[in-house]
C-alpha cells in the first residue's frame, strides 16, 4: 500500500482538530500556553516523524495508517482499542478542566517545565522504537503478508514493549506540562491499560510469531527494565 501525502496531510489535520477541541473546549478558553505548547510539540513530532517514515519506512506508515480494523486484527483489541482512546481522551479533558476552567491544581512551573522535557524525552524513546521495529502495527495482528519476524535491537534489547514504555513516560509529561495533579493521579490508570494490552499481545505472539518465545526467554521485562 502506497501512502499518498495529501491523506498523510488530511490524517494529521483531523489529529490536530480533535486533539485541539478536546484540550480548549473543556478549558472554555483558547488563552492556554501549556495547552499550545503540548499541542505544538506533540503535533511537531507526529509531523516530523510521519515526514521521516515517508521517506525511509513507507511500508510501516502504511501499516500505521491501516492496521487499526485490518481483518486479521484480534477482535479483542478492537474493543480494546475503542476503551483506551476513550479513555485516554477523557483524561486530556479532565486536565483541561482541573488546570483552566476550575483550576483545582496549582502545579509550579518548573514543574512543567520538567513536564516538557519528560514529553521531548518520551519522543525520542517513540522514535528509537519506530526507526528499529519495522512491523510496529497499532493493531494486535501477525503482519504474515511482510513477513514478520521478532525484533530484539534497539530498545527491545531492554524491554520487550518499548512503545508502551515510551507511552507512559508520554502520559507523565503530558501531566505535569498541563499542570493537572489530577492528570497525574490517572497516569497509573492509563498505564495500567497498556500494560494489560501488552500481556494479551505476547499471548498472540508466543502462538503466532516464531522465535518469540525464545526472545521472552532473553529479555525478561515488558516496560520497566529489572521491575517488569
Same mark, same amino acid.
Given at each position: ?17 480533535? %486533539? ?32 521521516? &517514515? &515517508? ?5 510501516? !506508515?502504511? *501499516? ?7 481483518? /486479521?486484527?484480534?477482535?479483542? /483489541? ?9 479513555? %485516554? ?8 478542566? /482541573? ?26 524513546? %517513540?522514535? &528509537? ?37 515510551? %507511552? ?32 494479551? *499481545? ?13 526472545? *521472552? ?5 515488558? !516496560? ?5
Amino acid at each position: 500500500m502506497k501512502v499518498k501525502v495529501g491523506q498523510l496531510v488530511t490524517r494529521i489535520a483531523g489529529m490536530a482538530g480533535v %486533539f485541539g477541541l478536546v484540550l480548549f473546549l473543556p478549558a472554555g478558553t483558547i488563552d492556554w500556553w501549556a495547552g499550545w505548547a503540548f499541542l505544538i510539540l506533540f503535533l511537531g513530532f507526529v509531523i516530523v516523524l510521519s515526514a521521516w &517514515l &515517508l521517506r525511509y519506512n513507507p511500508d510501516l !506508515l502504511a *501499516e500505521r495508517m491501516s492496521g487499526i480494523g485490518h481483518p /486479521d486484527q484480534k477482535t479483542w /483489541d478492537k474493543v480494546y482499542l475503542v476503551w483506551t482512546g476513550f479513555a %485516554f481522551f477523557a483524561w486530556l479533558a479532565l486536565m483541561s478542566l /482541573d488546570a483552566v476552567r476550575f483550576r483545582w491544581s496549582h502545579v509550579p512551573r518548573w514543574f512543567q517545565g520538567a513536564g516538557a522535557l519528560i514529553l521531548l524525552g518520551s519522543f525520542y524513546l %517513540f522514535f &528509537l522504537t519506530f526507526r528499529e521495529n519495522t512491523y510496529l502495527s497499532p493493531a494486535v495482528r501477525i503482519q504474515k503478508e511482510r513477513g514478520q519476524t521478532v525484533v530484539s535491537t534497539g530498545p527491545y534489547r531492554y524491554v520487550r514493549h518499548p512503545m508502551y514504555a515510551a %507511552f507512559a513516560l508520554m502520559t507523565v509529561g503530558t501531566a505535569l506540562l498541563l499542570g493537572s495533579w489530577y492528570g497525574l493521579s490517572g497516569v497509573p490508570i492509563l498505564i495500567g491499560m497498556v500494560a494489560r494490552r501488552a500481556v494479551l *499481545e505476547e499471548q498472540v505472539l508466543r502462538q503466532e510469531l516464531a522465535g518469540y518465545c525464545a526472545y *521472552e526467554a532473553r529479555v525478561r521485562f515488558r !516496560l520497566v527494565p529489572y521491575i517488569w
